[in-house]
Every structure is written in C-alpha cells, then in structure tokens.
C-alpha cells in the first residue's frame, strides 16, 4: 500500500483540512446529547414540578428555549463541517483518482509491445479502473467512517471519565475487542479477495476479446459456445463473490450480537451508578445515546476492513503493473532529422517462447527513393522484421542503423514520427473521415487532406461522402468496402509526410481487382522517390516494381535481386511466382465458363 501513501502525499494539505472538518463535525454533533442532558433533562426535565410550584413557567420556558436553541446552533454547525467535509473528501478522490488511473495508464502505454502480445488489453483496462475505484472507496471509508469514529470515541472517553473512570473501560476495551475480533474474521476475505480480482480480470479480457472479434464470433454461429466460455469465468466468481458474501454476514452477525451485548452491559452499569446515585437521569440518557454514536459506526469495521482488503488486492496488481520495465530511452538520444538511410546488420531475433530463432543474421540495405521488397513462406520472419524495423521489438543480435546511428542511440518515438504505415487490418476509428486522417497529424489543413486522398486515388470515396471530409464512416455512417478503407490508410500514412513509408500486406486481404487497383496506387507513390518504401507481401504481382527484393525462408535471406533476376535464378521466388500464377490461370479457368 505504499504506492497508495505515495500518491495521497500530495494531498497532504487537503486531507488535513478533510480531517479538521470530520472532527468538528463530528464534536458538535456529539454536543447535542450533551446540552440534551445537562441543559434540558436535569436542570428542566427532572424538575418539572418545582417550576410549577412556584409558578415559574417563564424561567422554565426560557431555559427550554435556550437549549434547544444550543441543539440548533451545534446542528447547523455540524451540518456545515459535513458539507465541506463532502465536497473537500470528493476532491481528493477525484483528484487522486484521476492522477493514478494517468500515471498508470501512460506507464502501460509505455511499456515493450511484447508485454501486450502476452497480455490481452481488456485486462490491463479492468487493473487501471479497478483499483481506481476501490481506493477511492477507501478513502471515503477511512476519512468518513473510520476516522469520525475515532473522534467520537476519544470525545465519549473524556465525557465518560469525568463522570466515572469506569465507563470509558468499558467503551474502549468493547472497542478493542470489537476491532480484533472484526480484524480475526475478515482474514479469509483477503484471499477470496485476490481471486475475485484475478478472476474478474481474466473475464474483462476475454469479454474484450469476443467482442472484438464478433464478426468471426456470429459468423461461425459460435455465440452460444463463447456465452458458455464466458459464463464459466462468471460462475467461477459468483461462487467467490458468494464465499465473500458469507465471510463478510458471519462478520456482521458476529458485531451485531457483540455490540447488543455490550451495550446491555454499558445499560447496567449506567443503571447501576444512577442507583448509586452518582449519575443523573439526564447523564444515563446522554450515555445512552453517546452507545449508539460509538457502537454504530463500529459495526461499520467490516465493511472498511473490506474495502481495505479489496484496495490492498488491486493495488497489488497496479504494483506489478507499475513494476514492469518501460521502454528503454537513452539518456541523450541521437537526434535524426530526416531518415535517408536505413540498415539491418546481421540482426537475430528470437521470441521467449519459441525455440528456433524467428531472423538469423537478416542484412540489408536502404537508402531515399529507394523501395525494397521482403517476401517468403507463412513463418519465413516478415512480421518480426517489421516489428523490428518500427522499435517494437530489438535486436538479439546485430543492429538496425537510421542514418548510420544504432537503434540503441535512439528515441523510437522520434523516429517513428517520420513512418507511415499501412497494415494488413486497417485500423479505423468510428468517427468522420477528417478525425481519422487527423489522428497522426492534427495539425494539417484542409488543403492537405484533400491533396493526400488524392495521392491515395480516393476520390470516388468523398464523391459518395455527402459532408465531404465531415463524413461519418463506420458505425451509423458511411459504409467502406475494404478498397476503400485501405485507401484511406494509405492517404493517413501520406499525412504524415514520412520519410519511410512501411505496407506490411497491405493488399492480401482484398479481391484480386481491389489488389491491382491499390497495387497501382502503392506503385505511383513509391515511383515519386520520396521516401523509403519497405513493402511487405505474400502475393508476389503487389512487389514486381521494386528495386530489391529480398525473399525469406526460416529466417534468412536466401535470395535478393530484382523481379526479373530471381525468376532468371529459378529458386523459391520463382516457385512462389509459378505457384501463384498457376492459382490465378486457374480461377480464370474456372470463371470463364460461369462468365
């Protein structure tokens, strides 16, 4: 919990005035027994009829008047402190909430892509707002509860010792035994705790996971079996939910029947030393009422106990969250400009859990204006290139040089502000077309916009869009076929006016007269010579333009040339032309009867 203690330190200020204004509040309500007994019960209550006998009704009434009159003042003092102590408390939760949920959330934005491959978001998502919510729990249940009871008491032990040493005994050891016993039974929660977490975590990801994938999900008619798959998860905490449901009744169960008992024992004795004489009638009642302050609030133990407990358990996953090493930045970056040249020289890489190496001494290099092409077999190692090309992941061995300067000098968030990238799954937001494109560049013009949809051959998409770039695409908007939605990726990567441009598949997912037209477009950006192209691509006819092509198996460059003299080399290239040029003539084949 000490990275709790850390955030709240700079609140120390407001939760000492949080604190000041529990106490008074606390204190004056406290007052209103006190004037009950002294000002009104004893002094006009029990003496009733002297007041009538000697016709005194004026000295009575004014006596009445003046302490009911101290009950108000107290009331609306206390009122006050509460309403300030309300709005300061949500302060400080707000405040502390929103500086933790950010710091932990810009630490797992920061943290090494292979921490997301291996853990899936939607329970990165269910720690970072889990534990938000219960320490704010707690520390609504520490200031208002647990620390106004405090004050309450120490209040109740002077009273109590000034009337008799006896009775603040009794008050504190009932207190004492009451929090052990509380401490002793809530233990089992603890652990239940835990499991919930975990549990509930595990079930946020899978729940993200699904809906992600609904698509795949609804298609194969699989709801049925991921509702099955995801009810296990629910059942399995139902089942802790109810355990802790259990542990928390036998608690309550437990400070009921001990708080009944001994406030029993507080009754008896007050009794005892008003028969003795030595407590008045208006004291017993103030006493009495001074019970319920005391011992109310302290059945509410279990219940902060709990909230402590549930906060202990999120803030142990946070802490394990926290704990996980960022990316690595020197401490005095190279600076690089603009990207001329890029260079991999004899990298390896391996995965943690695989056990051949995904690239084995892969060199090459690239230089403004150039495009290379990497081709190669379903594991040949494409996807660990690109991934090492953007900082993703690094180098086991050997090194990826921009501008001659080591990947380790760098700041990769520096360079990968020169990139653009056009992926396999184009990766739209719901939203209209402007917000999508302005998302890498929230700087740039109209003018710009329009000027990079129609390096992208876009046209025909704002020709269909009613608001032109205000558009709303996706979800209640306008419908993309997957041409058109590759094309807009391509013109976001444009917007950034990169010095790399990296297409990593970007035309395998699309029918074959989609591919040609966005292959044309991809050839008439890379035939401007302004960047540095690095073209990933399992369909060879996408890279025919380029002017290396390097061609992967296991691992490793076996061959490089350009279109023309790997087919002349007749290696994999040029089984992997045959074999896909043999599929095309025969779904032309196939399509000339049904034509």
């Known amino acids: 919990m000490r990275l709790l203690l850390q955030y709240l330190r700079p609140y120390r200020g407001l939760i000492l005035l949080a604190l000041l204004l529990v106490a008074i509040n606390q204190v004056f309500s406290l007052l209103n027994p006190y004037i009950l007994g002294k000002y009104l019960i004893d002094p006009y209550a029990n003496k009733a009829d002297l007041y009538r006998k000697a016709q005194d009704s004026a000295g009575f009434f004014k006596g009445v008047l003046f302490g009911l009159g101290l009950i108000i003042g107290t009331a609306m003092v206390s009122r006050i402190a509460k309403a300030f102590q309300d709005y300061v408390v949500n302060v400080i939760i707000q405040k502390f909430g929103a500086s933790l949920y950010t710091d932990s959330l810009k630490h797992a934005l920061r943290l090494p892509f292979a921490d997301f491959e291996d853990q899936r978001s939607g329970e990165t998502l269910s720690v970072l707002t889990k534990v938000r919510a219960d320490c704010e729990k707690l520390i609504t249940n520490a200031v208002n509860v647990l620390f106004a009871t405090l004050v309450g008491i120490v209040f109740v032990m002077v009273i109590a010792f000034k009337i008799t040493p006896m009775l603040p005994l009794i008050y504190l050891g009932g207190g004492v035994i009451l929090a052990v016993l509380t401490s002793f039974l809530s ?21 993200t996971e699904s809906l992600r994938n609904i698509e795949l999900v609804k298609s194969l008619g699989l709801t049925n079996q991921e509702i099955r798959r995801l009810n296990t998860t629910t059942f399995k905490i139902l089942k802790l939910e109810l355990r802790k449901v259990k542990s928390i009744r036998t608690i309550s169960f437990a400070q009921g029947t001990f708080v009944n008992f001994l406030q029993q024992c507080i009754m008896f004795t007050l009794l005892f030393l008003v028969f003795r004489e030595k407590l008045t009638v208006g004291q017993m009642i103030m006493m009495q009422f001074y019970s319920f302050f005391i011992f109310g609030p302290l059945q509410e133990l279990g219940n902060i106990i709990l909230s402590y407990r549930e906060a202990q358990a999120s803030m142990s996953n946070l802490e394990q969250l926290m704990a996980k090493p960022i990316e690595v930045v020197p401490n005095a970056p190279a600076v690089i400009r603009d990207i001329n040249t890029l260079r991999f020289d004899r990298v390896s890489f391996q995965h943690h859990t ?71 799954d184009t990766q739209l937001f719901s939203g209209t077309i402007r917000e999508n494109l302005l998302f890498v560049n929230p700087g740039a013009s109209d003018e710009e916009l329009m000027a990079v949809v129609q390096k992208a051959a876009g046209q025909n998409i704002l020709a269909r869009a009613d608001k032109g770039l205000d558009t709303v695409i ?21 917007l950034r006016q990169p010095r790399l441009m990296i297409f990593d598949e970007a035309t395998s997912a699309l029918d074959s007269l ?45 061959e490089t040339g350009n279109h023309i003299s790997l087919l002349q080399e007749r290696g994999l290239y040029y089984a992997m032309w045959r074999q896909q040029i043999g599929e095309r003539k025969e779904s032309r084949q196939f399509a000339a009867p049904l034509a």
């Not at 690095?534 to 060879?540: D, E, K, S, T, Y």
């Open 187 to 207: 233990k089992k929660i603890k652990l239940i705790q835990k499991n919930i977490v975990r549990e509930t975590n595990e079930l946020a990801g899978s729940t």
């Open 354 to 424: 695989a056990t051949k190496s995904a690239l084995n001494e892969v060199s090459f290099e690239v230089k403004l204006g150039e495009t290379v092409a990497f081709v190669g077999p379903s594991g040949a190692g494409k996807t660990t290139l690109v991934k090492l090309l953007v900082g993703l992941y690094h180098p086991m061995e050997g090194a990826v040089y921009y501008n001659g300067f080591n990947g380790s000098e760098i700041d990769f968030d520096e360079v990968r502000k020169q990139l653009g990238f056009v992926t396999q």
């Open 474 to 494: 996706g979800e209640g908007g306008l419908k993309l076929s997957g041409g058109e939605r590759q094309r807009l990726s391509i013109a976001r990567a444009l």
């Open 514 to 558: 989609t591919e040609e037209e966005i292959s044309t477009t991809i050839r008439e950006i890379t035939d401007r010579r302004e960047h540095i192209a690095v073209m990933i691509a399992h369909r060879l006819s996408t890279i025919m333009h380029a002017d290396r092509i390097y061609v992967l198996e296991r691992g490793k460059i076996v």
